[in-house]
């Protein structure tokens, strides 16, 4: 089984005052037995193309442990957003992009959620979404009205709206096939709740921040699932949603 961290950064943040080394991330990794992770700048970040970069470089460096998620601010103009997520997804290989909608501060059904939708349908990239904390743009529900106009686009609610909202984030993902749920910082039950709901299949374990990565993973395998079903969720269904060629 290849093991999946679906979502992780690298960088300082201004908005959360976080900081993510690579030696951190890969530290936590060995530690735990994370085996690729899926690394996108903080929305915080001072430069984020700077951080694009230096994920490229550690996708290089360490070969085949790394893929990029960019994350861009889409407050600016259309195509300068554009322009930076097409360099990552043609250039430096990336495989999606995160809408975050708090670090963001972004409506998802906003003129500049809809350069997002566009972008991520135009390059053909699946578009991760922060919800939980930043209600009301991180509500899960947010986002039904540029689900129903981009039926085409996969999304994956990072945090899965974060234990307090995982129901709301359940049910948008029965509405809509096309959503997934990566269960950060979520509770056991609400986890075994997303599993009952969806399967197994469009659930993704994910850590976000590396200390958390022991405890994502304990209380994924506190759910009681079979073998097969946590391989899914510990990283096949990260894997079949990004498409990954691992």
């Known amino acids: 089984m290849t093991m999946i961290d679906a979502h992780s950064h690298l960088g300082s943040c201004r908005v959360f005052d976080v900081e993510t080394s690579i030696e951190d991330l890969v530290a936590a990794m060995d530690a735990h037995g994370v085996d690729v992770s899926l690394v996108q700048p ?8 700077q951080v694009h970069n230096q994920i490229a470089q550690s996708a290089k460096e360490y070969s085949g442990r790394f893929f990029g998620i960019a ?14 997520l097409s360099r990552c997804v043609n250039e430096l290989g990336f495989i999606g992009v995160k809408m975050h909608t708090i670090g963001h501060a972004l409506n998802p059904a906003g003129v500049d959620g809809t350069t997002v939708f566009e972008s991520a349908r135009d390059l053909n990239i699946p578009i991760m979404v922060h919800t939980g904390p930043g209600i009301p743009f ?20 990072a945090h899965a709206g974060h234990g307090i909202f995982s129901g709301e984030a359940i049910a948008v993902a029965q509405m809509f096939p096309q959503v997934y749920l990566e269960p950060s910082w979520c509770p056991f039950h609400a986890i075994a709740g997303m599993v009952d709901a969806l399967g197994t299949h469009r659930v993704m374990m994910g850590s976000d921040l590396p200390p958390n990565i022991p405890v994502m993973l304990e209380t994924i395998r506190s759910i009681g699932l079979n073998k ?17 060629d691992i």
Do not use: C, W
């Open 42 to 49: 903080y929305p915080g970040a001072k430069s984020a193309s």
């Open 71 to 84: 994350s861009i601010n889409p407050h600016q103009d259309r195509q300068d957003y554009f322009s930076e």
């Open 228 to 244: 097969t079903d946590q391989a899914m969720v510990l990283g096949g269904t990260a894997k079949e949603f990004f498409e990954l």
């Open 138 to 157: 991180a509500a899960p529900s947010s986002l039904t009205s540029q689900l129903q106009n981009f039926p085409d686009v996969k999304v994956v609610m």
